[in-house]
């Protein structure tokens, strides 16, 4: 039995993955992070623990802490040159984020073709997979609600907006909203014009804003959720040893 962790910036998620199949998923806010310790208590048998941390030193060490009773630790992906067909063409492989290498072997696992990538997160990032299974490169930006908190706190007369999405937006809170999904938007379908001349090509969507950017977009795309725990999920499939017994970092 596995369990898979994926620390964000703003929540952390997570899933039991037995024989090949998902047996549980969840989510909770940092704020909740001792909700984990429930995982020790309601599965036992968990036999190993890998996950992509974004969210610092600190949140690692917490939910080790919390997950302390079960018996393995848990392995921290790091990026790495290759792994599980994908090759990573970062100018320094390791210095891409963990999140966004196990979406992109997550990607790999569901679409052979080329893709791009996109976790619609606390940041948005917008990662480029070709044919052969390389990763070109990719952006990363505000998120959407980040672009909105930004505005509200660097201006002296703009709120925090609620509003809604309009063509010609006539109100300042459909203008925010309006304007922060059409940015997210527009970054994806330019970032898909490196790809789009494969008839196969996919935007792979995922993260807590899919919903509303989707219904903006006009290229070929699936919503995938939880993206980075399936590419965890491939990742223990390839290597089920813990191979970073000791220092505790998959690479």
């Known amino acids: 039995m596995l369990l898979l962790i994926d620390a964000g910036n703003t929540r952390v998620k997570w899933g039991i993955a037995e024989h090949g199949r998902w047996l549980v998923q969840g989510a909770v806010l940092h704020a909740q992070l001792d909700m984990l310790r429930e995982i020790s208590i309601s599965y036992p048998d968990v036999r190993r623990i890998l996950g992509a941390n974004v ?31 994908v090759r990573n063409l970062y100018e320094t492989p390791a210095q891409l984020g963990a999140d966004r ?15 791009l990538v996109v976790n619609a997160g606390t940041a948005t990032t917008v990662d480029l997979l070709d044919a052969e ?40 809170a459909d203008a925010i909203v309006s304007g922060c999904l059409t940015a997210q938007a527009g970054a994806i379908e330019r970032m898909f014009q490196q790809c789009g001349h494969d008839p196969q090509a996919l935007c792979l969507l995922n993260g807590g804003a899919a919903p509303q950017i989707e219904a903006l977009l006009t290229i070929p795309l699936r919503r995938v959720d939880n993206l980075v725990l399936d590419g965890l999920a491939t990742i223990a499939g390839a290597f089920p040893s813990a191979i970073a017994a000791e220092s505790g970092t998959l690479r």
């Open 55 to 85: 969210a610092g030193a600190g949140v690692g060490q917490h939910i080790g802490e919390l997950l302390r009773t079960l018996t393995p630790r848990p392995e921290w992906l790091q990026a790495s040159a290759q792994c599980c067909g």
């Open 133 to 172: 299974g390389c990763f070109q490169g990719g952006l990363i930006l505000p998120g959407e609600a980040l672009m909105r908190q930004s505005l509200y706190r660097n201006t002296a007369q703009l709120p925090l907006a609620e509003g809604h999405f309009r063509i010609a937006p006539r109100n300042t």
């Open 101 to 115: 290498w196990a979406a992109l072997i997550g990607a790999r696992a569901i679409h052979s073709a080329a893709c």
